[in-house]
């Protein structure tokens, strides 16, 4: 759990920093921190709004390329399955169902893989075509580390959960 813990907030402040945002890199650094990382959606809820910020830096453009519109179409697939999958979870531990809780371990390794292939795609993108290597690593940073994050901590491992208590992994 420390190690998950002290990763996200790594990453956090790579992300950030390499944005070159110093002040939206110490707020998120400090939700990290007042986040318990052993919880279901409180170790990752930041990502999405650190995501939404970096997108929010884009929105005001109206010269939208076929390769960014691609991105961002992968990124809504990506989020609907991340949604679809924690809806699975939640069902799983409630239900006590171990399949429930596998399939959602199924959707998140899928989205997470959209989520990485969104990141290659827009860094090279950005930094071949656009040269904006500041956005191309921002968005690539944080998409493939969520996606990470997400399959490592729910993907991956979903099988050891313990079927009375999902929330304590198997040794």
């Given at each position: ?18 944005g070159?945002?110093?002040l939206l ?62 809806g699975?979870?939640i ?9 429930s ?31 904006q ?9 944080c ?10 901590r ?18």
């Open positions: 759990m420390y190690v998950y813990f002290l990763g996200v907030v790594f990453m956090d402040i790579i992300v950030l920093l390499v070159g945002s110093y890199a110490l707020t998120f650094c400090l939700i990290a921190l007042f986040t318990p990382g052993w919880f279901w959606i409180g170790g990752d809820a930041h990502f999405g709004l650190i995501q939404m910020c970096l997108l929010g830096k884009c929105i005001t453009k109206t010269d939208w390329s076929s390769y960014e519109i691609g991105v961002l179409s992968l990124m809504c697939v990506a989020v609907a399955l991340m949604v679809l999958s924690m699975l979870f069902n799983g531990v409630i239900k006590k169902s171990v399949q809780i596998d399939l959602s371990g199924v959707f998140i390794i899928i989205s997470g893989c959209l989520c990485v292939l969104a990141a290659i795609i827009f860094i090279v993108y950005l930094q071949t075509l656009a040269h290597k500041s956005y191309g690593y921002s968005f690539g940073f998409w493939a580390a969520d996606a990470m994050t997400l399959m490592t729910y993907g991956l491992n979903s099988n050891r959960w313990h079927s009375s208590n999902p929330f304590q992994p198997l040794n």
